[in-house]
């Protein structure tokens, strides 16, 4: 046996992949330490120091711990983000540190599609109104010609662009590195954050989280009222106190996650507001999306482990 690899993706550590098989092909031991849930930092401890190679997920991974891993070469997420991990101290202890890209890119976008359309047409709020006997409606409004605001046009972020121009939308992006390649139609444009901000009936992120929420009680104000804001990136990027203040007082039609720091979330009292929507982290939970991030994630850890 060449070594030991840790996998501690919820998704697929309950669910045995066709990919694995690769590994173990290779010389490997595939372990899943704590199936169907994120390990704490106390389980990291215990199980990591003994692995060549680790299919992460999106816990925590400080410094401390990478310290405590003299055989850990790779770092293989199954997903894009890495501002879970301490970059700086892979770097500086030689761990590589990979990412799927574009894995899960459709799974997502079409998730926030669906929270957006459900968000506008109170979706869930009808639904557990009829089934506590309430015959209630809300009043819900039609998206063609509405401006959508997609702040990060990354992959993930263009393909929202060509999903909400598909559905007869404007759209208007913000993008710290802007892809001028990138032009879909005439109803799109790059604009800038405070014009995405002041300009959109609906605003999506997909953009990592930077050293203060995004979306605060600044950036809240600068919008129209009646706006719905959808965030399926990282939790961080969004001050909940201030979104939960602006749905009070009507600034905001609603909010949508599925993102959250800890995961499961304490009950906040954002999140059980009747106008927020809850989704627990499912934007790349699909049958496609889970199968091509794992067989990248895999291609990953044996480019690096051989």
Sequence with gaps: MKGKIAVTPR?????????????????YEVIFPTPGRQPTLQELREFLPSCDGYLAGVEPVPGEILRQCPKLKVISRNGVGVDNIDLAAAEELGIAVEK?????????????ITLMLAGLRSV??????????????????????????????????KLVVLMGLGLGMRVVAFDTYQDESFKPGFNFQFVSLKELLSSSDVITLHCPPGKKPLIDAEALAQMRDGVFIINTARAALVEDQAVLDAIESGKLRGFATDVYEHEPPELSQLLLHDRVISTPHIGGYTQESVQRATETAVKNLLKVLG
């Design 11 to 27: 998704s697929l550590s309950i669910k045995e992949q066709p990919a694995f098989d690769d590994l173990r092909n290779a010389g």
């Design 100 to 112: 799927t890209g574009a894995a899960n890119s459709r799974g997502v976008a079409e998730l926030a």
């Design 124 to 157: 869930c709020w009808s639904d557990r109104g009829l089934k506590n006997g309430a015959w209630s409606r809300q009043e819900g409004i039609e998206i063609e010609g509405r401006v959508l605001g997609v702040i990060g046009c990354g992959q993930i972020g």
